[in-house]
């Protein structure tokens, strides 16, 4: 299995803030890496797909970048609706996982 | 639009099967070219696949639950279900049912559902 390995695993952050979160893949993985977002009681939901493409309807402050084994996701100009728990997910080989998360609190 | 509904029974005795079902509703059809997976986070953790289903029938099961999960599809009631043998604590979670493609496959996601395995 590919082992997907987020930094940091939580994160305080204040309402404008520009926030990195990096997601490190076991083997190459091409681009084969998504980005999920999710809020506490909730589903998790797709932000960026094939490492930087932007899901329909995301807001563009969400950034993705990366290929092989290492990757990025970037929020810029951090809004309160932005604290959540983000998941690194790669879809290159199954079986698919995730990387174990990363809270962004304030 | 698109929707995912789990139902099934929120309490399961250990050793016993865990049985879920999606149902997929609002101009989707299960026989539609996606692959409808399993997802499940126990408390306070994170996310594991469990398996998917593609529409034509064929599954592929994470290899560390594959000796005892059964996932199947039933195009009359465009539902898929899940079948999870001989359960522990261990298996208590949130379940979710998704519908997805290879590049992104978890596009879609069903609200969850709380299972606890107790006695």
């Known amino acids: 299995d590919i082992q997907m390995t987020q930094s940091p695993s939580s994160l305080s952050a204040s309402v404008g803030d520009r926030v990195t979160i990096t997601c490190r893949a076991s083997?190459?993985?091409?681009?084969?890496l998504n980005w999920y977002q999710q809020k506490p009681g909730k589903a998790p939901k797709v932000l960026i797909y094939?490492?930087?493409r932007l899901q329909s309807g995301v807001s563009p402050r969400f950034i993705g970048s990366g290929s092989g084994t290492d990757f990025t996701l970037t929020i810029i100009g951090l809004q309160p609706e932005d604290f959540a728990t983000y998941y690194c997910q790669q879809s290159y080989i199954t079986p698919w996982t995730f990387g174990q998360g990363t809270t962004v609190e304030i | 639009q698109v929707q995912l509904q789990e139902s099934g029974p929120g309490l399961v005795k250990p050793s016993q099967t865990l049985s879920l079902t999606c149902t997929v509703s609002g101009g989707s059809t299960i026989s539609d070219n996606y692959y409808w997976s399993w997802v499940r986070q126990p408390p306070g953790k994170g996310l594991e696949w469990i398996g998917y289903i593609y529409y034509t029938g064929s599954t592929y099961y994470n290899p560390s639950l594959r000796s005892r999960i059964i996932i199947s599809l039933d195009t009359s009631k465009t539902q898929f279900s899940l079948n999870l043998s001989s359960v522990t604590a261990a298996d208590t979670a949130v379940y979710y049912c998704?519908?997805?493609?290879?590049?992104?496959?978890?596009?879609?996601w069903g609200h969850g559902t709380l299972v606890t395995v107790s006695s």
């Open positions: 094939t490492a930087s």
């Open positions: 998704t519908k997805g493609t290879t590049t992104i496959p978890f596009d879609l």
């Open positions: 083997q190459s993985i091409s681009s084969y």
